[in-house]
């Protein structure tokens, strides 16, 4: 049990098909004691049969990452119900529609600043206010795209905020490290979840992604949950500051390996 005696948090959950969700089980079959939190009271509905699922009824609570009172409240809960935590999974993004098909440039700033609040400033601000809370040995978590770093069709203003959540987890890394803390982010292959049905062509992406990664396959919320369990727990007590691609091996390929003779 990888996990036993670890307690921790996890932002982002929304349904089963939630990468947070794969995380959380994982962690959950190792031992680990989990906290969730949900967006609005009609996701409250999805998230609490799941945190009944890993014993975690107790522990669940409203987190609305654009409204700093409820990450202060967050705080409150979990200082009261769990005391001191181990790890914090920040599995959370959101750019209006606008922002994720057609031309780039015409992305208006009010949709600008909404997808840099929610998908990176919102890490930021949950690592401070929960802070006091981590424990000396404490891990944190975070998702990005590989958009983030190359040009992929229509990931574009989340493109740009995954940038800046890849350079953040960095210099967290950088800032918490001498307080015990690692801050890691998992770079995932693309998965079809409910944030994902935003991107235009979509579909597209999976096809792309299964036919030219090396191993021929798209990647599963419980592969990346595994890997993301890797990263909360002690096996990894050395690493921080990373960018972790769990994507079956497609960020290697510089071009696709086409025989156009045979086609
Ligand atoms: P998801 O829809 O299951 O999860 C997104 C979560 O963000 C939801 O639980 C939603 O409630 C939450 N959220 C949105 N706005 C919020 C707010 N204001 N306050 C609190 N929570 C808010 O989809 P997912 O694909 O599991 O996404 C999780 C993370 O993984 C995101 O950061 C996403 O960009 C990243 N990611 C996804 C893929 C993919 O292909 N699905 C690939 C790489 C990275």
């Known amino acids: 049990m990888i996990m036993k005696g670890k307690k921790g948090v996890i932002l982002g959950v929304a349904n089963n098909k939630s990468i947070a969700y794969g995380i959380a089980k994982a962690c959950a079959e190792q031992g680990a004691q989990i906290a969730f939190t949900y967006l609005n009271d009609s996701l409250k509905k999805r998230v609490e049969p799941i945190a009944a699922e890993f014993g975690s009824s107790d522990y669940v609570y409203p987190c609305d990452v654009s409204k700093p009172e409820e990450i202060k409240a967050l705080k409150e809960s979990l200082e009261k119900d769990m005391g001191k935590i181990d790890f914090i999974v920040h599995s959370i993004a959101f750019a209006p529609k606008e922002g994720l098909s057609g031309r780039f440039y015409d992305i208006s ?22 802070k006091p809370l981590l424990s000396e040995n404490s891990s944190v978590l975070t998702l990005t795209y590989y958009g983030g770093a190359k040009y992929i069709p229509n990931y574009n203003l989340m493109g740009i905020a995954k940038a800046a959540l890849e350079m953040t987890t960095k210099y967290l890394a950088e800032d918490l490290g001498k307080d015990g803390t690692r801050v890691n982010a998992i770079s995932a292959g693309p998965i079809k979840t409910l944030a994902a049905a935003g991107i235009g062509d979509f ?61």
Do not use: Q
């Open 109 to 130: 700033k009010e949709a600008f600043d909404i997808a840099m609040d929610i998908s990176v400033y919102s890490l930021i601000e949950v690592v401070r206010e929960l």
């Open 203 to 263: 579909r597209f992406m999976l096809k792309w992604n299964e036919a030219h990664s090396p191993l021929k396959k798209n990647v599963t919320t419980s592969e990346v949950g595994n890997s993301g369990m890797y990263l909360l727990s002690d096996l990894s007590s050395a690493v921080t500051g990373e960018i972790h691609y769990v994507d079956c091996g497609y960020n290697l390929m510089g071009m696709p390996a086409v025989n156009f003779d045979e086609n």
